[in-house]
């Protein structure tokens, strides 16, 4: 389960969360409606045509603006199995390891990769494959303690067991 | 070695004598923010946990600000959520439409949030708070729904960039346009993970609002959060207000700084940030002829009683031009009646300007002020994305309060200078 293989959309640089999902359709928490706007000002075949397990491209600074955590929903919703970016904004990077949404920073994988392309990621291994290419990077490693969130399923399993709260 | 505020802060809520950038911490929060887009998910995550009550009913605040007074039957659903949750779990700072607010301008308002403080808010422009001396920060609702639940957030230590702005500001320069100006400086991801601290001669002559718009902007730079040190001014604003103890950091002498950043204010013009992002700033007079249809004052930031004053001081005895449509949105009920109170209303709504019920509206293309496709605004808000404040091939440009309140004078971003010479 730690190895994703998918077809990548490739986005550029600064992606911010307006452009993930805009703020005209933050009135529900609803992933499949969500979904259904998903980088749709950016690129508005993306809901259409984006299949299960696709992989998201993004260049530096990926989920800038806003807190909502409706964007790496909407990813998720839409079915994207996988976000690789050259670098992520706080917000979104914490909301994505915090929901279970796995990402991955890797300038190396996101310079060249093209529309289409097949990558392959072994999160565990912290390995990026860009098949198409046929070309093997190294991924930046998460600490130990973001490990232990997504272990737990996300950062709501991880208070579950602090808590003590059901499982 | 010494330590920053942000440092210090962080570590007195974690219970450690001494912390540094790059560690990862548990720290106590003093208050935890939702609002009517943030908190319905937070909620649902919180109801996922298992616990029966929240940390601390007095220690979180429920704003409905983004889409009320609601827009729609399932912004009304949202709202309703908020609610219930707050009658159920007794919350004490849950604030209904007519007594509520834009979060930002409203929780300093109230003084509970404080020097001093750490407080995370399910909204990225809780950053806002530093200007008063807190660690503030923006996060996501599951972040809200934990901390709602243990009145703990876990973060990295950020590294900070020292920010020393010297020299004297020209007129019509304030908050705004050294905190876009800086963005310009840095890029969107200047300050990325990282703490902004705000000092210097020109800053310490900045008024506790100004600060609050710098603030407020830290995150369009990527930072983590934005911090003045606490000083007269700061006791001046949080003295009559305080709900609860506070305490003023400063950094050390030999404090570690990642970067230190030297700025002269005095060559600074009035800023305007080009679509569609807030880096995109120039000086008023690199814009060019720029007509625009809407202008749009208020926001988390720029909605406070000196950006009406700013404006109101421009609009005095003038008239919005016939093809714009100019919209002002006091950040809470209390900025609205001293606005009244001073005979500010009567201004923009003599000058042709329409005035609204708090709310975040515009701002995010909400409400209040949607743009049509090839429509132009200039905002005194905090993003220009594409479709921010409506159609994807809309655009808004970003200015303070008087460069906004020249513009709708004359049709064109404007600057102040010139609206007011002609008047005088």
């Known amino acids: 389960m730690n190895v994703f293989q998918g077809k990548t959309w490739v986005f550029g640089d600064d992606i911010d969360t307006d452009a993930i999902i805009p703020a005209r359709y933050l009135t529900t928490q609803d992933p499949k409606i969500l979904a259904a706007h998903c980088m749709e000002d950016a690129e508005p075949d993306f809901p259409k045509k984006v299949q299960p397990g696709d992989i998201i491209v993004g260049g530096k600074n990926f989920g800038c603006g806003s807190s909502r955590e409706h964007a790496p929903i909407a990813i998720s919703g839409a079915g994207v199995s996988l976000v690789i970016a050259e670098s992520f904004a706080r917000i979104f990077f914490r909301n994505a390891i915090n929901i279970g949404l796995p990402i991955v920073e890797c300038p190396q994988a996101v310079s060249g990769c093209e529309n289409g392309h097949t990558l392959q990621v072994d999160l565990a291994a912290g390995v990026v494959k860009n098949l198409t290419l046929n070309e093997s990077y190294e991924a930046v490693a998460f600490p130990d303690f973001m490990q232990e969130i997504i272990q737990a399923g996300g950062l709501i399993g991880f208070v579950k067991r602090q808590t003590g709260g059901e499982k | 070695m010494g330590m920053t505020i942000t440092e210090k802060i962080l570590a007195k809520h974690a219970g450690r004598q001494k912390l540094e950038a790059g560690e990862l911490i548990n720290a106590k929060v003093d208050m935890v923010l939702g609002n009517d887009v943030t908190a319905p998910l937070a909620i649902q995550e919180f109801e996922r946990i298992g616990v029966k009550t929240v940390f601390d009913p007095a220690k979180i605040a429920l704003v409905p600000d983004h889409f009320t007074p609601n827009k729609d039957i399932q912004s009304a659903e949202q709202a309703k959520i908020m609610r219930e949750f707050a009658r159920r779990h007794d919350i004490v700072h849950y604030f209904e439409v007519g007594r509520m607010g834009i979060e930002h301008c409203l929780l300093p308002e109230l003084g509970i949030v404080l020097p001093g403080h750490v407080v995370i808010g399910a909204d990225s422009h809780t950053c806002t708070y530093g200007a008063l001396g807190a660690f503030a920060t923006g996060v ?79 995150i369009e730079a990527g930072a983590k959060n934005g911090i003045f040190i606490p000083d007269a001014v700061t006791e001046n604003y949080v003295r009559q207000r305080a709900k609860g103890n506070y305490e003023f950091y400063v950094s050390d002498p030999d404090a570690h700084y990642k970067k230190v950043i030297e700025i002269d204010v005095s060559g600074i013009e009035p800023q305007v940030a080009f679509p569609h992002l807030p880096e995109n700033a120039r000086g008023i007079g690199d814009v060019g002829e720029v007509a625009v249809d809407q202008v749009v004052i208020g926001s988390c930031t720029n909605g406070r009683i000196e950006d009406l004053e700013i404006a109101a001081s421009i609009l005095q005895g003038k008239t919005v031009a016939a093809n714009v449509r100019l919209i002002v949105i006091p950040g809470t009920q209390a900025i609205y009646l001293e606005a009244l109170n001073q005979g500010l209303i009567e201004i923009f709504i003599n000058a042709g300007a329409a005035v609204s019920t708090p709310t975040c509206g515009p701002c995010l293309g909400g409400h209040m002020g949607i743009l049509a496709k090839g429509e132009r605004a200039v905002a005194t808000t905090n993003r220009n994305f594409v479709g921010r404040m409506g159609h994807p091939e809309s655009e808004v440009y970003l200015s303070g309060p008087a460069v906004a309140a020249a513009s709708a004078v004359t049709g064109y971003i404007t600057s102040p200078q010139d609206v007011v010479k002609e008047g005088a």
């Open chain 2, 140 to 218: 996501g609702s599951t972040d809200m729904a934990a901390a709602m639940a243990t009145g703990e957030a876990w973060f990295r230590v950020p590294e900070t960039i020292l920010f020393v702005y010297r020299g004297e500001l020209k007129p019509w320069v304030s908050g705004k346009d050294l905190i876009l100006y800086t963005i310009g400086l840095i890029g969107v991801d200047g300050a990325r993970y990282m703490s902004m601290e705000f000092t210097g001669e020109a800053i310490e002559g900045l008024s506790q609002d100004a600060r609050f718009t710098m603030a407020n902007m830290a």
